[in-house]
């Protein structure tokens, strides 16, 4: 999965700052749970990643994709379920993320994201639906994807336990939802599926549709050549 352009981010990973305030998702997602979600949660997952990748400098300059997805079958047996749950919420949070935006409340996808959005699930409102319904018919923690199908170009919703990732299995997500209970036990207690259509409301749609022109060009075009792991593996 590559969909930003800029240079892939490496060992030391950071935690971004929100790109907008606490409270801006205000009633949707409280200013309470973010803070603890963004500040605590995520940068619990960085710190526990680059624990396990500090002592491998051989793992240094590989971003979380490559770590993850691309050389995870590579990495040091020793660290690599930790790489794969630490890294597995690292990813996962960074998008997420970059997906919520304030004031988005009505707004709706448009262009090829609408009509792919039409065309596989019969209307925007079908969609939302499905997305709710699989994520609150989701056992205990994961998250729920939108994610444009590798064989047919087809875009699908489905679920993952923990922070196992519809990547791996070569998928392009569009739109990632959290459904672990850190990220709305306190506002939404056991109402999942009430944190789960507020979600609707704070999607950023231009960024999701962006995503799917992305993955629309790369199929159009051949990937970069990935980088190999410069001595045995342990
Ligand atoms: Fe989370």
């Known amino acids: 999965?590559?969909?930003?352009?800029?240079?892939?981010?490496?060992?030391?990973?950071?935690?971004?700052?929100?790109?907008?305030?606490?409270?801006?998702?205000?009633?949707?997602?409280?200013?309470?749970?973010?803070?603890?979600?963004?500040?605590?949660?995520?940068?619990?997952?960085?710190?526990?990643?680059?624990?396990?990748?500090?002592?491998?400098?051989?793992?240094?300059?590989?971003?979380?994709?490559?770590?993850?997805?691309?050389?995870?079958?590579?990495l040091p047996i020793t660290i690599r379920q930790t790489v794969h749950d630490q890294g597995g919420g690292h990813l996962h949070h960074q998008l997420f993320w970059k997906i919520l935006k304030p004031g988005t409340a009505g707004t709706r996808p448009t262009g090829a994201l609408a009509q792919a959005i039409d065309r596989d699930?019969?209307?925007?409102?079908?969609?939302?639906?499905?997305?709710?319904?699989?994520?609150?018919?989701?056992?205990?923690?994961?998250?729920?994807?939108?994610v444009v199908n590798p064989a047919d170009g087809g875009l699908e919703v489905l679920s993952r336990p923990d922070h196992d990732s519809a990547l791996l299995e070569k998928n392009t997500a569009l739109l990632i939802n959290d459904l672990w209970e850190h990220a709305y036990y306190l506002k939404y207690q056991s109402g999942r599926v009430n944190y789960l259509k507020a979600f609707c409301s704070v999607v950023n749609w231009e960024y999701v549709g962006q995503r799917l022109e992305s993955v629309l060009d790369s199929r159009v075009r051949p990937g970069p050549a990935t980088k190999k792991i410069s001595h045995s593996v342990r």
């Open 121 to 146: 699930f019969g209307s925007f409102d079908a969609f939302k639906a499905k997305f709710v319904e699989t994520g609150a018919k989701h056992f205990a923690s994961g998250w729920v994807f939108l």
């Open 1 to 74: 999965m590559k969909i930003e352009t800029d240079k892939p981010l490496t060992y030391p990973f950071a935690l971004a700052p929100l790109p907008f305030a606490y409270d801006a998702l205000e009633p949707y997602i409280d200013a309470a749970t973010m803070r603890i979600h963004h500040d605590k949660h995520h940068q619990a997952y960085i710190t526990s990643l680059n624990a396990a990748i500090k002592p491998h400098p051989e793992l240094h300059d590989f971003s979380i994709e490559e770590l993850l997805l691309e050389r995870h079958s590579e």
